[in-house]
């Protein structure tokens, strides 16, 4: 049986020693290879066309094009998945990488397990938030959908964003919604993974959004989770 290719992925960062270090860290791991290292968005944009890794591991902060616009044409071209590691957990930054289509969101101070695990994730087609953002980012999403009171009103149209769904598709978004991986939302619906990745596929393209972490903000701005 033929054994999986490894995740191939590429480094962002325009510190050198932090691309090297990286580098040094993900190639301790027999299912990843690092195929190329660039300096700043447009090289990034460059040889993400030109190698088409799985994962690109993106810092925000560079010369020139930065990570954010780097990572909405990435994402945007269908170029690979973007995995953004940042030193920083600002709000802006967060929301900024989700907007572009970012499949996570790390920090550089994240365990060298959890960096290689988030790589996997989003290889694999999961989403990843860091621990340190997550409750802050659900929090504003709950403040954002919260009622302005407790008088009851007219009923709410249901959001056309989702109108399109299926009634499994709208399972899946609600999963997507509360951050379960497809392995979680396999075996919630009792389907297989095979399955999930399909219909996770048809959510994106009718809310016409680039990444699962987008879908999970419609999930929750529409109430599904």
Known sequence: MT????????????????????????????????????????AAVT???ALRP??????LR??????LSATRTIVGGGLADVLVLTT?????????????????FLLKSAEPADLL????????????????????????LSAATAPSSSAPGPPVPAD???GGLTPRETDVLAALGRGLSNQEISARLVI???????????????????????????ARECGLA
């Not at 990843?128 to 997550?134: D, I, M, Q, S």
């Open 3 to 42: 054994a999986p290719h490894p995740v191939r992925v590429l480094v962002a960062d325009d510190h050198a020693a932090i691309r090297a270090g990286l580098r040094l860290l993900l190639q301790t791991a027999d299912d990843v290879e690092v195929v190329g290292e660039a300096a700043d968005g447009d």
């Open 47 to 49: 040889m993400a066309r």
């Open 54 to 59: 799985d994962v690109v591991l993106m810092d």
């Open 62 to 67: 560079m010369p020139g094009t930065d990570g």
């Open 88 to 104: 920083f957990d600002l709000d802006e930054y967060v929301d900024g990488a989700l907007q572009a289509g970012a499949a996570g």
């Open 117 to 140: 695990r988030a790589v996997r994730q989003v290889a694999a087609g999961d989403g990843v938030l860091a621990p340190e953002v997550t409750r802050r980012v659900l929090a504003r």
């Open 160 to 162: 056309p964003r989702v």
């Open 192 to 218: 297989s993974e095979a399955t999930t990745k399909t219909h996770v596929s048809r959510v994106l393209t009718k809310l016409q959004v680039s990444s699962r972490m987008q879908a999970a903000v419609v």
